[in-house]
C-alpha cells in the first residue's frame, strides 16, 4: 500500500505485507438495487428508443428556443455567420468557438456569450443522441432485410460461377460482404457526426447491393456473361489426370 499522509504532504509510507485483512462494518448500512431497466442503446426496443427520441426532441426545443433568446439580445454580430439558427449544422458553428472581437468585451457580453457557449453544447450533445438512436432504429430494419439482399446476389453469382468454380464465386461474394460491411461501418460513423441522415447511412448498404443483385438476376435471365472466366482459369481446380 502507498499512501501520503494527509496533514503532511511530505510524509510518506509504504507497506509490504503477503496478507491483508479488512473489516467491514455493516451495522446501519443500507444496501440499494441498481435500476434493472438499464439498457443501451443496441440494448433497447424500438419503442423505447422512440419514447427516448421524443424526450430529447422537447429538450433540444427548449435549448433552442433559450438560443433563440440569447441570439436576440446579442445583435451586435453575425455569430452564426449566416447560418439558420435552427439547424444542427449552425450549433456545430459555435460549437466550435464563437470568435470574440478584438475590443475588450463587457461584462455583460461576456456572459450572454458563455450562455450561447452552454446552450449550443447541450443542442449538439442531445442531438448526437438522436442520430444514435436512430441510427439503431433503421440498423434493426436493415440488417434483416439484407439477407433478402444477399440472396438477391447469392443465386445469380452461384448459377455464373459454374464455369468458373466454386473458389471463385466464393471471393466474389467475399468481395460482396466487404462492401457491404464497409458501407455499414463507415455510415454508422457519418450518421452518429450528423454528417449523412441515419436512414441514408443504415439503408444504402442495402439499395447499393440490392441493385447489383437485381442486375445480375436480370442478366442471368438473359444468359448473359458478364464475368470473364477465363481470367480466373489460374483458380479453377485442375482435373485429376486418369490413371493407366
Known amino acids: ?10 510524509q510518506y509510507r509504504r507497506f509490504v505485507f503477503e496478507k491483508y485483512c479488512i473489516n467491514l462494518d455493516y451495522q446501519g448500512a443500507v ?3 441498481v435500476d434493472p431497466g438499464y439498457r443501451g ?20 426545443d427548449f435549448h433552442r428556443s433559450r438560443l433563440l433568446s440569447l441570439l436576440h439580445k446579442y445583435p451586435k454580430r453575425d455569430l452564426l455567420q ?22 475588450p468585451i463587457p461584462p455583460e ?10 446552450e449550443v453544447r447541450l443542442l449538439v450533445n442531445e442531438q448526437k443522441q438522436v442520430n444514435r438512436y436512430l441510427v439503431e432504429i433503421h440498423k434493426k430494419y436493415s440488417i434483416p432485410a439484407a439477407c433478402i439482399i444477399f440472396v438477391l446476389v447469392g443465386a445469380p453469382l452461384g448459377v455464373m460461377a459454374r464455369r468458373g468454380g466454386w473458389t471463385v464465386g466464393l471471393g466474389i461474394g467475399f468481395v ?21 441522415p441515419p436512414f441514408w447511412a443504415m439503408w444504402a448498404p442495402n439499395i447499393f447491393i440490392g441493385s447489383v443483385g437485381i442486375y445480375l438476376i436480370i442478366q ?18 485442375r482435373a485429376k ?4
Open 1 to 10: 500500500i502507498h499512501e501520503v499522509d494527509p496533514s503532511d504532504p511530505t
Open 31 to 33: 444496501l440499494r438495487a
Open 41 to 60: 442503446d443496441r440494448e433497447m426496443s424500438i419503442e423505447m428508443m422512440r419514447q427516448r427520441i421524443a424526450q430529447l426532441q422537447k429538450e433540444i
Open 82 to 103: 449566416g447560418h439558420n439558427p435552427q439547424t444542427p449544422k449552425a450549433w456545430k458553428a459555435l460549437a466550435n468557438g464563437i470568435p470574440l472581437p478584438s475590443y
Open 109 to 118: 457580453e461576456r456572459k450572454i456569450l458563455q450562455q450561447l457557449q452552454n
Open 176 to 196: 460482396f460482404f466487404l462492401i457491404y460491411w464497409a458501407f455499414l461501418i463507415g455510415g454508422e460513423k457519418l450518421a452518429d457526426r450528423g454528417i449523412i
Open 220 to 237: 442471368t435471365v438473359r444468359e448473359t456473361t458478364f464475368i470473364r472466366w477465363q481470367r480466373f482459369a489460374l483458380f479453377r481446380p
Open 241 to 244: 489426370e486418369p490413371t493407366p
